[in-house]
């Protein structure tokens, strides 16, 4: 694929895009939130398996 078609594809996205109206921002700040939080959750399970259960068997 040469050059000038990637940018013409690169154009044609940014003229579909169009700015959220607020309720859509919200519900996607919601999501992005909840699944950050839900990451950050299984991240502090892991630690406590990895760091602490150990010690308590010892």
Do not use: C, H
Not at 27 to 38: D, G, P, W
Not at 44 to 52: H, K, L
């Amino acid at each position: 694929m040469d050059f000038q078609a990637k940018i013409r594809e690169y154009v044609n996205v940014l003229k579909m895009a169009r700015k959220p109206d607020k309720e859509e921002f919200l519900t996607t700040a919601k999501i992005s939130m909840a699944v950050m939080f839900v990451v950050g959750l299984i991240g502090f399970v892991i630690y406590i398996f990895m760091e602490i259960l150990p010690q308590m068997v010892r």
